[in-house]
Every structure is written in structure tokens, then in C-alpha cells.
């Protein structure tokens, strides 16, 4: 056990060594060497936070050609540290009749809840924090922590549009939990396990985008609406509610909103890859061969792992930077009238498939094609309805024509 | 494992008895409800515990599991129904609900 | 005094205090969010107790929906922004009697039982208590009618509030 080979174990042996050489027993030296490794993994997310927010304005600004932070460091790369300055120093105003035990505890909650989650996450076979044999459930769980955050911010502001905003937020957010429960639960069915580390090893062999791509869409769209970001961001819309149920945080309070969205953001979209794309295997077996051995290194399966969540956060922006905002009323009626019915009816299909053709040889292919039928009839059923609505709508719009002809 | 069955049981015992309190002592309807949420929860401690401490049955969590839908059911139809009487009433004040008495 | 029995106590601390504040406190909201504390002290019980699945069920149900519901529905029925005047009735002082009635007698007939004291075994079912809880809800000889009426009952649940809360246009 090097340190190449097993980095974790080998730094946590010499710090329990160092400990106990020290003059402590094996107990409380256990203990606070996982308490300095808690701590060194809260300090990885967020420095990719850090990271995350320079990624994200030169993103936006190519989307929208412009460049983006280009002065301060080379392409800008030292930005971020200039915005958490200039978030420190800002004043720190509580609201007049603000509940301010309650309104100082919800962005603490709020990033608290993002960063539970990465006590989960497979960053290589050998380093992750917990391997919980519910860690799928523990997501879940972990967004329901994210939802008491926004309506605590949103009622102790003591303002009309924070609590608009805040009811509005939550509504979405408890509303697509739902499918994205369910879209959690078709890689659960598949690899026959809820432990997260136990679903990217069933991939070795072939990813889970190929058996159910139906799947993955319906947890790009649920984790997206569940993130609160476009085009789902009607509960901060700047351009309507004034940012919503955090307007009236400033200085570091809004700085950890807006990190603890951004390191939602690429959370999910380190899940879609360790629940569709492989997480960090992704070799197929290649290093299995002896020439490639170096392949199954756990350094290496970190930055397998960390290009592909960087390329699932790199969708979840071009999302939001190229489509509209969808209104409060239509987001919900999309869900619980057609995601909802769609996600049921796609776990049941997996459930039968994933039974039926697990011991022939037709189980890949059955798995894909029954997701193509699947999504065919569903286009089908959207265009007859919209076929539907167009010629009513043509029918009633006449009358309107005539009156204005004379 | 050195936690005797006995913690467990006079934790779901206190816990039981500030729920009654709560639900015996409090004006606000919402707020009897919260008084009933503690009392399913100390029942399913208690539940739990006894899966735990017992001989092999998995009948203590599917126990818990029940409440589990029980309680989210009752909150639901409870919470209806103050809001519906908050409607027609504007009041929420148990005290205040007495249009059925002599 | 194992580290279990420290974080027993621990758990049971904050449990005791987050009950008692949520039936004694005159903000409704902050009752609300006290009961959010106690519900999370009961999951890390369950934690303890080794059933992991049980207690992150209790998170995602109890923090995740219904302490959610309540405040929403304490925001929903109140006729001014601050809340007055005291929030027990006036019978509280034999209510609190009685609770206590209750809790010394509850204490006293558990302590006579001659499994009181007892101290845990192995784990029952070995260690896959997840796939024993799974098979257990849904074979036919175990306790699926149970959870079928648990899934009729919730269905009933979601009608009959949706059917309440709309308010009908008179």
C-alpha cells in the first residue's frame, strides 16, 4: 500500500501513527484522523467551488461572445479571489424585523446540504469519503435539507417578493423530487444496488446512458429544476422578482448562496456521470491488460472522474445559457402532467425489461429499444395534443379577425 | 453495543409525554398537530428499538415504515382541513372553533 | 462511557430540548423549525440503532415533506405578521401534570418488565437488513397487505386533502 496506489488508507495509517506515537489510544486517534479527513474533503469542494465560478463567467461570455474576466491574472483565472474580497468587505445588513437567528442559519444550511453530499461521491475506486449502502436515498435526503434552507431565508427576510420567491422555489423543488426519485431509481434497478460506488462498478462493462437514455434525460431535467436554475429560474429571476428569496442577503451570506449553487450544480453533474457515464471507470476493461495497468491508478480515475463531471456541469450551463425562462405555472403543469406519468411508466418498463431479458443475450439492446419505443410514443401522444390544441385555438382566434374588418 | 434497552424506552416515554403536553396545553390548531408529530415519533422509536434489541423479526421496521405513511397521511388531511377552516372562520384558535356547542 | 452511549446522550439532549421548545415557544414558525431539530435528532437515533434506511426515510418524509407542510400552513393562517398574546390555554398547569402523570407511570411499568434492562444482540437478520426489509414488504407471506393498505390509504390521504383545500367557488 503506497501512496499511489491507495492514497487514502496510506495518509490515514501515518496520521493514526503519528497520533498514537504521540501518546494517544487507537480510539481517539481513529477519531480525529477522520475528522482532519473530513475536513481535507470539505476543503476539495470547495475549492472546486473556487474554480467553478471562473468557469462559469468565461462560459457565459462565450456563450454570449463576449470574453468574459480577462484582467486580473492571466484569462482571468485569479477572478474569483477578487470577487470573495470584494464579498468580505461588503456591509452586512440584516433587514429591519428580520428573525435573525433564522435568517443567519439558512445560507449556512444551504451549503451545508450541498457539501453532506460529497461524503458520497466515488472520486476513485479508493477515494471516497463513506461507501453507505443507501447512498442514493442519501441524495434525496440531502435535497430535502436544501429545501428547508430556501423557505427559512425566504420568511425571516421579512419581505413580500423574498417570500413570493421562496414559496415558488419550494414548490418547484419538492415538486420535481419526484421524478427525479425515480429517474435514481432505474440505475438503482439495474446494477441491482443503492450504493453509489456499488452503481459505477455495474458499469464497467458498459455504461447505463446505453440501457436507459430515457433515464438520464429525466434526471437532467429534475436535477435542473431542482437546482433552481434556468430555464427553471423563475424563483430568481432578476429580471421579475428581483432575485427572489435571497435579495435580502449581501456580503458573504449571498457569496454562499451563490457557491453552494454553483457546487450544486457540479455535483449533479458528477452524479449524471457516476450514474450514467461510468463515473470514474471508463476504460472497459483495458487495464486489465498488463501493459495498461497503470490505468486502474486512483489518481488516475480522479480526473476520469472530474472531466466527466466538468462535462455534465458543462451541459447543465448550456442549458441555461440558450434557453428561455419557463413560467411558474407551466413548470409545474410540465411535471406533475407530463413527467411524473412518463417517469412512473419508464421505471415500470425498466423493471419488467431489466427482469424479463437479464439472462438473454438480447438484454442490452431490448434495454435500448424499449427506451426508443418509449420516447417515439411519447412524441407521438405530445404532437397529436399540440395537433389538438393548435386547431382549437385557430378555431376560437376568428371571430376576433371579422370584428376588425369593419 | 453497550446502550441498555431501557435508554431507549425512557426517551420514547419523555418524548411521548411532551407531545401530550403539547397537544393538551396549546391553543394554536398547527400547533396541536406538532404536539401529535412528536408523539408518532417517539412511538417509532420505541418501534425501532425493539427491532434492535429483539430476536430476528424485521416486524419492528416495517412497523416504522406504517407510521411513516400514516403520519404523512394525517399531517396532510389535518393541515387540510385547518386551512379550511381558516377559510371560513379567519381563526385557528381551538378555543374560538365552537359552533357545534349547546 | 463508550462513544456510543456519549452520543446517545448527545441525541437524546437535543431530542428532550427541541421537543419541549417546540410545545412551549410563542412563534409558531420557530415551533416548526424546533420540531425540524427533533425530527433530524430522532434520524441520527435511528442511525445508531443501525437501521441507516430508516433513518434517512425519516429525513426525506418527515424533514423533506411534512415539516415543510407545517410551515407552510403556520404561514397560511395567521391574521397578523407577529404572533400574541400566550400560547397555551388555560389548563396548561394540568396538563402538564398530567404529562407528567404520564411519564412517571410509563417509566414505572417498563421498569418492571423483565426485559428492561437488556443489552443488544447481534444484529437480527445479519447484516443485509436492506434486501430482508425489502422481501419482507412485498412477499405475500410476510407483510405486503399491510403496505398495499398503507398505499391505498396515502392515495386516500392525497384526494380527500386536494379535495379540502380547494377552496369551491360558492
Not at chain 3, 24 to 52: D, E, M, S
Request: glycine residues 8%; neutral net charge; proline residues 4%.
Amino acid at each position: 500500500m503506497t501512496f499511489w496506489n491507495d492514497p487514502i488508507n496510506f495518509i490515514a495509517g501515518w496520521l493514526r501513527g503519528v497520533f498514537m506515537g504521540w501518546g494517544l489510544s487507537t480510539g481517539p486517534a481513529t477519531v480525529i484522523t477522520s475528522l482532519i479527513g473530513i475536513i481535507v474533503m470539505i476543503l476539495f469542494a470547495m475549492l472546486i467551488a473556487i474554480a467553478l465560478v471562473w468557469v462559469e463567467r468565461k462560459v457565459v461570455a462565450r456563450f454570449q461572445d463576449r470574453l468574459g474576466p480577462n484582467r486580473i491574472g492571466p484569462f482571468g483565472i485569479f477572478q474569483p479571489f477578487a470577487d470573495i474580497v470584494k464579498l468580505i468587505i461588503k456591509e452586512d445588513i440584516t433587514p429591519a424585523g428580520a428573525d435573525k437567528a433564522v435568517f443567519n442559519m439558512a445560507p449556512v444550511i444551504s451549503l451545508a446540504s450541498v457539501i453532506l453530499i460529497w461524503a458520497i461521491v466515488p472520486l476513485a475506486s479508493k477515494i471516497y469519503g463513506v461507501d453507505i449502502n443507501v447512498g442514493v436515498l442519501y441524495l434525496v435526503a440531502v435535497g430535502a435539507f436544501g429545501t428547508l434552507s430556501v423557505i427559512m431565508a425566504g420568511w425571516a427576510s421579512n419581505n413580500k417578493y423574498a417570500l413570493i420567491g421562496a414559496f415558488r422555489m419550494v414548490a418547484t423543488m419538492i415538486s420535481y423530487e419526484i421524478p427525479m426519485v425515480v429517474a435514481l431509481l432505474i440505475p438503482t434497478i439495474i446494477a441491482g444496488t443503492m450504493s453509489v460506488k456499488g452503481i459505477t462498478e455495474a458499469q464497467g462493462n458498459l455504461w447505463f446512458v446505453i440501457l436507459s437514455p430515457l433515464g438520464l434525460l429525466l434526471f437532467m431535467i429534475s436535477a435542473i429544476a431542482e437546482l433552481g436554475r434556468s430555464p427553471f429560474d423563475l424563483n430568481e429571476a432578476e429580471s421579475e422578482i428581483v432575485a427572489g428569496f435571497h435579495i435580502e442577503y449581501t456580503g458573504m451570506k449571498f457569496g454562499l448562496f451563490y457557491a453552494g449553487e454553483l457546487l450544486h450544480a457540479f455535483t449533479f453533474g458528477g452524479f449524471m456521470a457516476v450514474l450514467f457515464f461510468g463515473g470514474y471507470g471508463g476504460f472497459f476493461g483495458l487495464e486489465k491488460f498488463p501493459a495498461f495497468a497503470w490505468l486502474s491508478n486512483p489518481f488516475i480515475e480522479l480526473v476520469v472522474f472530474l472531466v466527466k463531471a466538468l462535462i455534465g456541469y458543462w451541459i447543465i450551463m448550456w442549458v441555461k445559457y440558450s434557453m428561455p425562462r419557463i413560467r411558474i405555472d407551466h413548470m409545474l403543469t410540465f411535471n406533475w402532467k407530463f413527467l411524473t406519468p412518463l417517469a412512473f411508466v419508464l421505471l415500470m418498463m425498466t423493471a419488467l425489461f431489466d427482469k424479463l431479458l437479464a439472462p438473454t443475450q438480447f438484454y442490452v439492446l431490448g434495454m435500448f429499444l424499449s427506451n426508443l419505443v418509449l420516447a417515439w410514443i411519447v412524441l407521438e401522444i405530445l404532437r397529436k395534443y399540440s395537433k389538438r390544441e393548435r386547431a382549437e385555438h385557430e378555431k376560437n382566434a376568428e371571430p376576433v379577425v371579422q370584428a376588425a374588418h369593419h | 453495543m453497550s446502550i441498555p434497552l431501557s435508554w431507549y424506552m425512557i426517551l420514547s416515554a419523555a418524548l411521548f409525554s411532551i407531545g401530550l403536553f403539547g397537544v393538551l396545553a396549546r391553543k394554536n390548531a398547527v400547533a396541536i398537530l406538532l404536539g401529535i408529530e412528536l408523539m408518532l415519533n417517539a412511538v417509532n422509536i420505541n418501534l425501532v428499538a425493539f427491532w434492535r434489541y429483539g430476536t430476528g423479526s424485521i416486524a419492528g421496521q416495517v412497523f416504522a415504515i406504517i407510521v411513516f405513511a400514516v403520519a404523512a397521511a394525517e399531517v396532510a388531511v389535518g393541515l387540510a382541513l385547518i386551512i379550511s377552516v381558516y377559510r371560513r372562520r379567519s381563526t385557528v384558535i381551538a378555543d374560538d372553533l365552537d359552533l357545534l356547542k349547546w | 462511557m463508550t462513544p456510543d452511549q456519549i452520543i446517545f446522550l448527545l441525541c437524546a439532549a437535543l431530542i428532550v430540548s427541541s421537543a419541549l421548545m417546540v410545545v412551549i415557544t410563542r412563534n409558531l414558525v420557530h415551533a416548526a423549525l424546533w420540531l425540524v431539530a427533533a425530527l433530524f435528532g430522532v434520524a441520527v437515533l435511528y442511525g445508531l440503532l443501525q437501521a441507516g434506511f430508516l433513518a434517512l426515510v425519516q429525513v426525506v418524509v418527515y424533514i423533506g415533506a411534512i415539516a415543510i407542510l407545517f410551515i407552510f400552513a403556520v404561514m397560511l393562517t395567521r391574521r397578523e405578521l407577529r404572533d400574541k398574546g400566550p400560547q397555551v390555554n388555560q389548563n396548561w398547569l394540568i396538563s402538564a401534570l398530567l404529562a407528567l402523570l404520564t411519564f412517571a407511570g410509563l417509566a414505572y411499568i417498563l421498569s418492571s418488565w423483565d426485559g428492561f434492562s437488556r443489552t443488544a444482540g447481534v444484529l437480527p437478520g445479519g447484516t443485509e437488513t436492506l434486501m430482508v426489509l425489502g422481501k419482507a414488504l412485498v412477499s405475500p407471506d410476510a407483510y405486503v397487505l399491510p403496505f398495499e393498505v398503507a398505499s391505498i390509504l396515502l392515495l386516500a390521504a392525497l384526494v380527500g386533502a386536494v379535495f379540502i383545500a380547494t377552496s369551491s367557488k360558492e
